[in-house]
Nanobody, 127 residues
Framework: QLQLVESGGGLVQPGGSLRLSCAASDFTYNHYVIGWFRQAPGKEREGVSCISTIDGTTVATVAADSAKGRFTISRDNAKNTVYLQMDSLKPEDTAVYYC?????????????????WGKGTLVTVSL
C-alpha cells in the first residue's frame, strides 16, 4: 500500500512563495504518476498539477490554468519525493493541498483517477 505524506504548508502573504513536499513510501515509486490537488472550503477538490516519469526522466506534466506560470511541479526519484513550488500566491490559492498517486504514466487532473491519497497540508494566503 503506497503511503503519501505532505508537508510544507503554512501561512503566507499574497505574492509570497511556498514549497510543498510529498514523500512516498513505495520503493517502486518511479512507477507511479504523482499529482497535487487542492480543496478550498465549500468547493470541490480540483487538480493543480501532475507529473509522470520513466526511469527518472520526466515524460509529462500537466497544470491547471490557475497554476500555469506560478506553480512548478518536480520530482526527485532518489528521494521518493515530489515537490510543488508555488510562487506569486494569491488569497484564492488558500486550500488544503493533497498529494495523490496512481499507477502508470498518463498524467491527469481528475481526482477520481487517483488511487492513493495523502492527508493533506493547509496553505493559507492572507495578510
Amino acid at each position: 500500500q503506497l503511503q503519501l505524506v505532505e508537508s510544507g504548508g503554512g501561512l503566507v502573504q499574497p505574492g509570497g512563495s511556498l514549497r510543498l513536499s510529498c514523500a512516498a513510501s513505495d520503493f517502486t515509486y518511479n512507477h507511479y504518476v504523482i499529482g497535487w490537488f487542492r480543496q478550498a472550503p465549500g468547493k470541490e477538490r480540483e487538480g493543480v498539477s501532475c507529473i509522470s516519469t520513466i526511469d527518472g526522466t520526466t515524460v509529462a506534466t500537466v497544470a491547471a490554468d490557475s497554476a500555469k506560470g506560478r506553480f512548478t511541479i518536480s520530482r526527485d526519484n532518489a528521494k521518493n519525493t515530489v515537490y510543488l513550488q508555488m510562487d506569486s500566491l494569491k488569497p484564492e490559492d488558500t486550500a488544503v493541498y493533497y498529494c495523490a498517486a496512481k499507477r502508470g504514466t498518463i498524467v491527469t487532473l481528475h481526482p477520481s483517477d487517483m488511487a492513493y491519497w495523502g492527508k493533506g497540508t493547509l496553505v493559507t494566503v492572507s495578510l
